[in-house]
């Protein structure tokens, strides 16, 4: 059974910083291209940020979040992890992992607010 996990939403200020975590159980990690996608209320989902699989580990951010965001992962935890920094309101969304290698798997996701 397949299930991604994820962890670290909650309520910041503007201008902070939140840590989310995807740990995946059930694939054979290493494989797979990891992503965060987020949904904010009244608006389609969107690709935040993805790496590659294998050692070199390509990233890729939406616009948005060039320079704010980093993308990482940790293959022997099967964790892949997203630093989000300069926190800004339209920011707030929930966040949902997601794993594909020709299939696409998801985690429920975590909310994260941004607001004063």
């Known amino acids: 059974q397949v299930q991604l996990v994820e962890s670290g939403g909650g309520s910041v200020q503007p201008g902070g910083s939140l840590r989310l975590s995807c740990t995946a159980s059930?694939?054979?990690?290493?494989?797979?291209?990891m992503a965060w996608y987020r949904q904010a209320p009244g608006k389609q989902r969107e690709l935040v940020a993805n790496?590659?699989?294998?050692?070199?580990?390509?990233?890729n951010y939406v616009d948005s979040v060039k320079g704010r965001f980093t993308i990482s992962r940790d293959n022997a935890q099967n964790t892949v992890y997203l630093q989000m920094n300069n926190l800004k309101p339209e920011d707030t969304a929930v966040y949902s992992c997601?794993?594909?290698?020709?299939?696409?798997?998801w985690g429920k996701g975590t909310l994260v607010t941004v607001s004063s």
């Open positions: 997601n794993a594909y290698d020709g299939i696409n798997f």
């Open positions: 790496i590659t699989d294998g050692a070199d580990g390509y990233t």
């Open positions: 059930g694939i054979i990690f290493h494989i797979y291209t």
